[in-house]
């Protein structure tokens, strides 16, 4: 009976899981492996060893498994899958589960897939970029990437972000996107407000009118105390709203102006001096008798 001992296959010098086999065996080429085999290819050491679908035939870019199996360690290998395979929902979702921009490669189809593009921006904002339009119009994908990244913002279609409501939604979400508005919605009091009550820091890309606004340098100041540097000046001096800042946070203390001199009651005239004692008064009586008594004294002293 032929005793069997333990072979490893070999690709391109990666070295594979072992099988066990009667002789070792070794292939320059995954075609030539057997179909368990490939399932059980160990991609990972594949990738270190420099192996890329990029460098695989048409065969193996066209086969499901491999493919597959590539997509999972590597989800950009979905750029190197032939065609079919890339309009293959399996696959497609597979390679966007590990990397969101996976989706650049898709077909048009699946990029309009809804499970396919919200897992592709859960995994990274950046795939909202490869979506078709009306995903980078709706408000829930915009939140899904908002929350990953202020950037995302940039990716939303003008309709989305022209909707008076749903602006205001995205500021409370990610208040930093008031960087990215037009001047004219960065001197809307309400919009900046929704977004220095998500991020105080925000007031900086607002307007110098919103910098004087109360209400709105009260949210930001509540929200993040070192958002006083960006206030103005005169609401710098305000005793309340530095203590709010200060609050929030200790140093915010140096962004606070010069306190205003606290007011002085200075008589408008000098008072009259005090007049001296009438004769009659019990003031008068009381001195002299003061006086004679100093004088008995001193005659006294004298004898």
């Given at each position: 009976?032929?005793?069997?001992?333990?072979?490893?296959?070999?690709?391109?010098?990666?070295?594979?899981?072992?099988?066990?086999?009667?002789?070792?065996?070794?292939?320059?080429?995954?075609?030539?492996?057997?179909?368990?085999?490939?399932?059980?290819?160990d991609f990972p050491k594949l990738f270190s060893a420099g192996w890329s679908l990029a460098s695989a035939s048409q065969a193996v870019r066209n086969d499901p498994d491999i493919v597959r199996f590539a997509v999972r360690c590597r989800g950009m290998e979905l750029e190197f899958a032939s065609k079919a395979l890339q309009g293959d929902k399996v696959?497609?979702?597979?390679?966007?589960?590990?990397?969101?921009?996976?989706?650049?490669?898709?077909?048009?189809?699946?990029?309009?897939?809804?499970?396919?593009?919200?897992?592709?921006?859960?995994?990274?904002?950046?795939?909202?970029?490869?979506?078709?339009?009306?995903?980078?119009?709706s408000s829930e994908i915009a939140r899904v990437a908002l929350q990953q990244s202020p950037g995302a913002f940039r990716l939303l279609e003008k309709p989305l972000v022209g909707q008076r409501s749903t602006l205001l939604q995205l500021m409370e979400l990610d208040g930093r996107c008031l960087e990215l508005l037009d001047d004219d919605l960065k001197d809307d009091l309400e919009v900046v407000k929704a977004a220095v009550t998500q991020c105080?820091?925000?007031?900086?890309?607002?307007?110098?009118?919103?910098?004087?606004?109360?209400?709105?340098?009260?949210?930001?100041?509540?929200?993040?105390?070192?958002?006083?540097?960006?206030?103005?000046?005169?609401?710098?001096?305000?005793?309340?709203?530095?203590?709010?800042?200060?609050?929030?946070?200790?140093?915010?203390?140096?962004f606070a102006g010069p306190e205003p001199p606290a007011a002085v009651d200075t008589p408008t005239s000098v008072p009259p001096a005090p007049s001296p004692p009438s004769a009659d008064s019990p003031h008068a009586s009381n001195l002299h008798s003061q006086e004679r008594a100093v004088g008995e004294t001193a005659a006294a002293a004298a004898a």
């Open positions: 009976m032929q005793s069997q001992s333990c072979c490893c296959w070999m690709v391109d010098g990666a070295l594979l899981l072992p099988f066990w086999r009667v002789q070792k065996r070794s292939t320059n080429s995954i075609d030539e492996l057997p179909r368990r085999v490939k399932r059980a290819l696959i497609v979702l597979e390679a966007v589960l590990q990397e969101g921009e996976a989706l650049k490669f898709a077909t048009d189809e699946l990029q309009d897939d809804e499970p396919i593009v919200f897992a592709a921006v859960e995994q990274h904002w950046r795939a909202l970029a490869f979506a078709t339009p009306r995903w980078r119009q105080g820091a925000a007031l900086r890309h607002g307007s110098a009118r919103t910098w004087r606004n109360c209400d709105v340098v009260i949210a930001a100041v509540s929200q993040d105390g070192l958002a006083l540097e960006f206030v103005d000046p005169e609401l710098r001096q305000d005793r309340t709203i530095v203590l709010m800042a200060v609050r929030q946070n200790g140093l915010a203390l140096k």
